[in-house]
């Protein structure tokens, strides 16, 4: 579903009929006492028939959604009805009664615009967890959808899973989330009530919940978009973890509190200016959290921070376009900060997010940072897929492009949801799922590439930024990423550990034989977790791959008979020096029909050089008198030799490959040398017996033929002597 279904037929945007407060950063807190005291005292006291308890509950709903018609109310209060009948005798922890608690959670999710089925869930998530209700009796009271999203986030029980179950509980969840986002919803509101009331347990149970919290639950609030939760849930996880980094960063936004907000003159002088330009625009002063501010002041190296540091401006219009006669206002009439400049709506995040971002400094040098947005962005920014409502509703009750200016994309479709539910198919066990999931939700931000395989066949594919080649041979081609032996990026050879860019054109060079196959030096250059599960999985099921390393398959291999300065039995070359014995040079190995010449060395035989040779540069230089020499027109069989260098990308097998191939075009191997790898590339050397000259352009041919090698060429000469 895309987020032009964020705005149902009929239902007004969600900052209508708001105070200004109301729109601050965060969720009201839910007095608790009041909740028990009316679910204590009765069951239909409310006006129009309702429990007190819920009265609120429905006035928020409908907040956010006027059409909300008589059945959707009574399906609310028989919800809540079985929720507290079910849960009558139970209390929490902190001594209120056991209702309080999905009544919170409802809450939260009212006030961030979910609709009906998320509310009715969510006030039933506990009931067949903790009570005697079973979800057939879910599904034949409420329908298919409520019992899909109460089964979601209903716990595994430790007694069958032991210390696996709260991994394999978020598993779950997961799973549940690809078909219906709504279960994240709740469970991310559930967290946030539970983090709240938090105070009653065991310091070391506190911390262990908030760091789950930390490491799992608010990078999934962020990857969904849901900021308001997000921003609450760090703030608490921070009071917890971190206590007095907290407490000062509260001393700091307090002080602040105390005096007059430099903001707020900014603010009018912004107003002022839209006024006069004619855009109907809302500017409002947007307080920073406080783990917000404690990252400025990481930021800014410790130093006190200004007046205007502890806040931003939020600007809300009706239309996009209102965002860049905004910004065109905002960098004339005042001096722009230009490296604070992105623009979110052309390109916006992967999680919903859409913004102009920008800092102004007034005539007084006050540096404000700003934000501006329409109000449908700021409904998405703030409740992200929860403002999507219902991921299965029917095409009528989507708006219109006109209505929500342009068509969005929903960040539960495929994409970094999608590359999870993969990987984890592949988690052997809890312990690899739950270290695999916090490293994926670590990596919060993504990028696009474009691959190209040849033949005009090309594509796109997301992958978290940091990813590898290796990363983006698993997400292109699963399994099969084993076979990848290269890559070229924007049309160059580079390593497979390159980490790629954001628009970055890569072509995955891969090798079908059954010999390929990823080394252990691979799950270096793993980012994410689908390439390191299948990295690891394939060296477990080949642990003589896996033992062998870089080095050991860069080892030197030569033959046991290995020419070196004696002269061929049959020379190839001749002289006019009488009597003089010939040899070629080991430094250039020349080969007809190489142009060559010759000088005289130790015991006068002369050495034959390819004329391009240093070496020969180098004895003229030194006064030494060049010999005229060449080849025998009736040159005897086997009497050439030659040096070429394959450079390959490296691979198990390569050697192996290479020397079969040489061997199939009839051609003996005088010595071979292997370099040890450099950046997955490797470089092979090898002076080879030739049987005519014609051979070497054969040979060199037959070895580029083989996969992962790109190049091959002739010995260059080197600067040494013969």
Known sequence: MSADNAVNAGRPALDAGRTAADRRRGLRRIDLRLLGRAALLGGSGGRDGLPDAIEHLIKVHRTSWPDAGPEAIDQLRRAYVLAESSHRGQMRKSGEPYITHPLAVTLILAELGAETTTLTASLLHDTVEDTEVTLDQVEQEFGKAVAYLVDGVTKLEKVDYGAAAEPETFRKMLVATGSDVRVMSIKLADRLHNMRTLGVMRPEKQARIAKVTRDVLIPLAERLGVQALKSELEDLVFAILHPEEHATTRAMIEAHAAGPDPLAAVAEGL??????????????????????????????????????????????????????????????????????????????????????????????????????????????????????????????????????????????????????LEWQRGAPDADTFWTALRDDLAQDREITVFTSQGAGASGTVRLPAGASCVDAAYAVHGSSGHACVGARVNGRLAPLGTRLRDGDTLQLLMDDSATSGPDRSWLEHAATPAARIAITRWLTQHPAVAGETAQDRARAVRPSRTPDAAPAVDPVAVTDLPDAAVRLARCCTPVPPDQVTGFVIRGGTVAVHRAECPATARMAASGREPVPVRWRDDSPAAGYRATVLAEALSRPRLLADLTEVIAGQGIGIVSAAVEPPQEHRVRHTYTVRLPDPQALTALMRAMRSVPGVYDVYRARPAAGGA
């Open 271 to 420: 107003r002022g200016v839209l006024r006069e330009a004619g855009i109907a625009a809302e500017v409002a002063i947007r307080p920073r959290h406080a783990v917000s501010v404690h990252r400025l002041l990481l930021k800014r190296g410790g130093t006190r921070l200004g007046g205007c540091d502890f806040g931003r401006l939020l600007v809300l219009v009706a239309e996009d376009a209102d965002c860049y006669a905004v910004l065109g206002e905002l960098h004339t009439c005042f001096t722009p900060v230009i490296a604070e400049f992105k623009d979110f709506i052309a390109a916006p995040k992967f999680n919903l997010y859409q913004s102009l971002h920008t800092a102004i400094a007034d005539e007084h040098g006050r540096i404000a940072e700003v934000l501006v947005r329409t109000h449908r962005m700021h409904r998405a920014a703030e409740a992200g897929v929860i403002a999507l409502g219902d991921p299965n509703a029917s095409a009528e009750t989507v708006a219109t492009e006109g209505e929500t200016g342009g068509v969005r994309v929903d960040p539960t479709q495929p994409g970094w949801l999608a590359r999870l």
